[in-house]
C-alpha cells in the first residue's frame, strides 16, 4: 500500500470548512493526550489552536527534552552539481535559468570533504540536481565512497532513485535520504514541475518507501512551505511522516520544515508562512510525532533558529555553502537559494552551548 491511498482520502475533503468545525475544546482534548491520532493533529494546524501556542510550546519543549534530551545533531550540506533537466518553476536549478552550472569530479569532491571534516562535523548532506545521464548512479556511489572516508553518516538529498539503486548507494555508505515532497497538492505539483522526470508525482512520493526497502536507515521528508496553504501541506507531511513511521519501525524517520527562500528566477510564492505559523507546525508536529526527528535548515535567520530551538528541534546545519563545490572554490557561482545563517561549525556549537544545548558532531558509526 502507497501513501497515496491516503491523499486519495482526502481528494474531495474542504479543509477550509474541516477547520471551520474545531473549536477550542478540541484543540484543549488534543492537548490533554499523550498519544494524538490524525484528528488530533488536524486541531492543532487549525485556527483555533492559535490560542494556545503557548500551551503547545510547553507540551512539545516537555516531550523533546524526554525524547531526545538537549542535544542538536550538527550537519553540512555538500552539493557535488547543479545540472539539472528539470524545470520547476520555484527552483534556482530550473533548467530554463542562466547560472552558473557545475558538476564535480572525484577530486573535487575529495577536496570538499578534507575541508568540511577539519571542521569535526561527521554528518554530511550529499545534493545534486537530477541530470541522470551525468549524476548517474555509478557517480553517487563513487561520491560517498569517497566521503565515508571522511564522515560517519552520509545522507543523499537528489533525484528520486529506484529501490536497487539506493541499495547500491546503501553498500556504498549512504545511509539517510532527505526528498521533499515540495507539494502534496497533486493538482498544484503538475503546475509547478513543468517537465522533467520530477513530474511524475508518484513516483517522487514513494522514493522514502523505496529507500527504506533498501536499507536506508533514515528518511527525511518535507514539502516547501509557501507553495501551498501550510495547514493542509503540514497535515499530509505530517500523516506522511506517521504512515512511514509504522510501515518501517526499525528506521528513523524525520521532518523537515522548509521555507521557500530567494533563488535565481522570477517565481514568488502565493502563501506566506509566519514565524508564528512555523511556532504552530513544529510544536503540533511535535505533539503528534514525539519520537520524529525534526531538522532545521540555514534558510531561517540565525534569531528565529536560536529561539525555536526549545520547539522540537532535533538537527541544524551549519558552515553551510548551496554553491557547488562551495567549501573549496573560489568561482561566483550560484547557489541553489539564499542562505539566512551564515554561522560556521564553531560559531554554531558556541551558541547551542550557551543556551543550554549539546552541539553532536557524531551519532552513527558503520558496523
Known amino acids: 500500500m502507497s501513501f497515496y491511498k491516503t491523499i486519495e482520502e482526502f481528494k474531495n475533503f474542504s479543509f477550509?470548512?474541516?477547520?471551520?468545525?474545531i473549536n477550542e475544546s478540541d484543540v484543549i482534548t488534543a492537548l490533554s493526550k499523550d498519544y494524538l491520532n490524525e484528528n488530533d493533529f488536524f486541531a492543532l494546524l487549525s485556527p483555533a489552536?492559535?490560542?494556545?501556542?503557548?500551551?503547545?510550546?510547553?507540551?512539545?519543549n516537555e516531550i523533546t527534552k524526554r525524547q531526545?534530551?538537549?542535544?542538536?545533531?550538527?550537519?553540512?550540506?555538500?552539493?557535488?552539481?547543479?545540472?539539472?533537466?528539470n524545470q520547476c518553476i520555484y527552483c534556482g536549478y530550473n533548467c530554463l535559468n542562466k547560472i552558473f552550472r557545475k558538476h564535480l569530479t572525484y577530486d573535487e569532491i575529495e577536496k570538499e570533504a578534507e575541508k568540511i571534516s577539519k571542521t569535526g562535523l561527521k554528518h554530511i548532506l550529499l545534493?545534486?540536481?537530477?541530470?541522470?545521464?551525468?549524476?548517474?548512479?555509478?557517480?553517487?556511489?563513487?561520491?560517498?565512497?569517497?566521503?565515508?572516508?571522511?564522515?560517519t553518516s552520509i545522507a543523499l538529498e537528489i533525484y528520486p532513485m529506484t529501490e536497487d539503486e539506493y541499495r547500491g548507494a546503501c553498500k556504498s555508505g549512504a545511509d539517510q535520504l532527505t526528498v521533499y515532497q515540495e507539494t502534496y497538492n497533486e493538482e498544484l505539483y503538475k503546475k509547478l514541475h513543468l517537465k522533467g522526470p520530477k513530474r511524475d508525482y508518484r513516483f517522487r512520493l514513494d522514493t522514502p518507501e523505496r529507500a527504506a526497502s533498501a536499507g536506508l536507515r533514515g528518511v527525511n521528508v518535507g514539502a516547501l512551505l509557501g507553495l501551498d496553504e501550510w495547514k493542509r501541506e503540514m497535515f499530509f507531511t505530517g500523516l506522511h511522516a506517521d504512515y512511514l513511521f509504522r510501515k518501517f519501525p526499525d528506521v528513523e524517520v524525520s521532518v523537515s520544515l522548509p521555507?521557500?527562500?530567494?533563488?535565481?528566477g522570477e517565481f514568488q510564492p502565493d502563501f506566506n508562512v509566519s514565524d508564528k505559523n512555523m511556532v504552530q507546525i513544529m510544536t503540533a508536529l511535535r505533539i503528534f510525532m514525539p519520537r520524529c526527528g525534526?531538522?532545521?535548515s540555514t534558510r531561517e535567520d540565525k534569531e528565529f533558529r536560536d529561539n525555536i530551538l526549545p520547539?522540537?528541534?532535533?538537527?541544524m546545519s551549519a558552515g553551510v555553502s548551496t554553491k557547488v563545490g562551495g567549501h573549496t572554490q573560489e568561482e561566483k557561482d550560484t547557489g541553489q537559494f539564499e542562505i539566512s545563517d551564515e554561522r560556521s561549525v564553531p560559531q554554531m556549537a558556541?551558541?547551542?552551548?550557551k543556551y543550554g544545548y549539546q552541539p553532536v558532531y557524531k551519532d552513527w558509526q558503520y558496523i
Open 294 to 296: 525534526i531538522t532545521i
Open 16 to 21: 477550509d470548512k474541516g477547520f471551520e468545525k
Open 350 to 353: 558556541y551558541d547551542l552551548k
Open 49 to 60: 489552536a492559535e490560542n494556545y501556542l503557548e500551551h503547545m510550546a510547553q507540551k512539545a
Open 127 to 151: 545534493l545534486t540536481g537530477e541530470a541522470k545521464d551525468k549524476a548517474d548512479p555509478e557517480y553517487i556511489y563513487k561520491s560517498c565512497e569517497i566521503l565515508k572516508k571522511y564522515f
Open 68 to 85: 531526545f534530551g538537549n542535544v542538536i545533531i550538527l550537519f553540512t550540506p555538500l552539493y557535488i552539481s547543479n545540472l539539472c533537466v
Open 311 to 315: 520547539l522540537g528541534v532535533t538537527k
Open 259 to 264: 521555507r521557500i527562500r530567494p533563488h535565481e
